[in-house]
């Protein structure tokens, strides 16, 4: 038997060592909004492309500008943790194909206009002449060109707003899923498995708004579709890691019996995702009353599910296998 | 030298783990020679002993960046400050990080740290005596000769020699990302 028995190192740089911690609680916000705002374009554009017709709901009308705010709110976050926080700039000199934060930093500029005209064509008139009142003179010909291609080109706006939520969405799982040195952040799934969290966090916070009940019942299945989804992708990951070896086996068992298996199980699957899916379709079922806790479960469970994979994923690197 | 060799160049090390009295000279050499703020380091020393009682076996390894053939830490790196330069060793240019870490989160090797002035710092192999025809300074100041360094695409060089006729191995393969330090075994 030749068995590793101890192990001892030198080093201890900070943020390294005794393990990887260079990310906190900045990242988790911003994944966290960034996949609320995903959410947001997506089933904004997606229900008036389903309608035809415009949100009637005040809340609803304003949240493509929300989502901005909270998308600006998430971008804060990333500065905060940046190391040269002066030096942010520099993400924009350069592309870089293999790197998926820098996809990210292009997105997150692209989301703006995108949004702009997305919010600005679903304004109704009085919303619009409130806004024009208090355009300052200058800028009133570029308000009226925005709202002509925000009108004109309605259609073409409303399909790119829900690919740059996908791609939004999608890219805050990849960011993670395309380290290959940390186990648990090792799988394709994730990026996928935060865009669909990413959808149900944000019904979640539209349900929150008062909504017309023909757009509350379309978000509720929706999220309950979004839900069912994150639960497959979910076991697609375990599976993923446990058919895949020796170092998927270990990645799996940090789930399935080791450190983060309680917190994991109850926060997400069954708080995050079980419970408000139950809740669902028992109201849908027999038509109860819309209860607030439901959002408030799913987006706390979209909150734990990129807390506890970015915490998990750091502490998971090779030099930690048995 | 043609450009055509000067490209091919690839540099490589390897560390003698029946050599390595685990001394750290390498890691003080590093942190004199590149002015290491206190409190981090770019190499250090992994001991390990393997075995049951009584019968153990040590090993000592000097470690470092792996300047690896496919570096993860280039390609996540978003501002290009991460690079491959001369005979593939990874370099960082200072004025270009932002600080956003995803190197560090990338690297299989954890060998990345953030310097106090906000730009993300490693071994460079001394590539700026290299260049001058010198050794990096932990090579030079090994009191063991455990540390060779040199241009592996050479086989006549010194670490081609090592590597050939020596058993050798590299920290975490599964990684896949071509790790250019090896250690003899």
């Not at chain 1, 997506?42 to 304003?62: H, I, N, Q, T």
């Not at chain 1, 009133?140 to 259609?155: H, I, Q, V, Y």
Request: proline content about 5%; charged content about 15%; hydrophobic content about 50%.
């Amino acid at each position: 038997m030749n068995e590793l028995l101890e192990a001892t190192t030198t080093r201890t740089n900070p943020g390294i060592d005794p393990s990887l911690h260079i990310w906190g609680w900045e990242i988790v916000v911003y994944l966290f909004l960034g996949g609320l705002v995903a959410g947001i374009f997506v089933l904004a554009a997606a229900l008036e492309l389903k309608s035809g017709e415009k949100p009637r709901g005040a809340a609803l009308r304003l949240m493509p500008f929300a989502a901005l705010a909270l998308i600006s709110l998430g971008m804060g976050a990333l500065w905060l943790d940046l190391a040269h926080r002066l030096w942010a700039w520099r993400f924009y000199l350069f592309f870089h194909a293999t790197s998926p934060m820098s996809w990210g930093a292009w997105i997150l500029v692209l989301i703006y206009p995108v949004g702009l005209l997305l919010g600005l064509g679903s304004l109704n008139d009085g919303q619009r002449a409130w806004l024009r009142g208090k355009t300052p003179g200058a800028l009133k010909r570029l308000l009226e060109t925005l709202f002509g291609w925000a009108d004109g080109a309605r259609r073409g706006i409303l399909v790119t707003s829900v690919a740059m939520g996908v791609a939004l969405g999608i890219y805050t799982g990849l960011l993670l899923g395309t380290m290959p040195s940390r186990i648990l952040w090792n799988s394709a799934v994730l990026g996928p498995l935060f865009l669909a969290s990413g959808i149900s966090t944000g019904a979640a916070l539209l349900l929150l708004l008062p909504l017309e009940e023909r757009e509350r019942k379309t978000l509720v299945s929706w999220d309950a579709v979004a839900i069912v989804a994150e639960l497959v992708l979910i076991a697609l990951m375990l599976l993923g890691f446990a058919t895949s070896g020796e170092v998927g086996q270990w990645a799996v068992s940090q789930f399935l019996g080791g450190p983060y298996t309680a917190v994991f199980f109850s926060c997400v699957v069954v708080l995050g995702l079980l419970v408000p899916l139950a809740m669902e379709i028992i109201e849908a079922k027999r038509h109860l009353p819309f209860a607030a806790i439901l959002p408030v479960l799913i987006l706390a469970g979209g909150l734990a599910l990129r807390w506890i994979l970015l915490t998990a994923g750091q502490h998971s690197a090779f030099r930690f296998l048995p | 030298m043609s450009a055509t060799k000067s490209a091919a160049k690839r540099y490589a090390m390897t560390v003698d783990t029946r050599q390595c009295v685990g001394c750290k000279a390498c890691v003080l050499a590093c942190k004199a020679e590149n002015a290491v703020p206190d409190g981090f380091c770019r190499q250090w020393i992994v001991e390990e002993v393997r075995g049951e009682f009584p019968k153990l076996s040590a090993e000592i390894r000097s470690e470092r960046c792996n300047h690896c053939t496919d570096a993860p830490c280039v390609k996540n790196c978003p501002t290009g400050a991460s690079h491959v330069n001369e005979g593939g060793v990874v370099l960082v240019t200072h004025h270009k990080c932002s600080g956003c870490k995803a190197c560090i989160a990338a690297c299989p090797y954890d060998a990345r740290f953030v310097h106090p002035e906000g730009y993300v710092d490693k071994c460079t192999f001394c590539l700026h005596r290299v260049q001058k025809g010198l050794s990096p300074a932990c090579v030079g100041v090994c009191p063991t000769g455990t540390l060779t360094f040199g241009d592996a695409s050479d086989p006549e060089s010194a670490v081609s020699t090592m590597l050939r006729e020596r058993r050798s191995k590299v920290n975490h393969p599964e990684s896949g990302a071509g790790p250019n330090v090896h250690f003899l075994v």
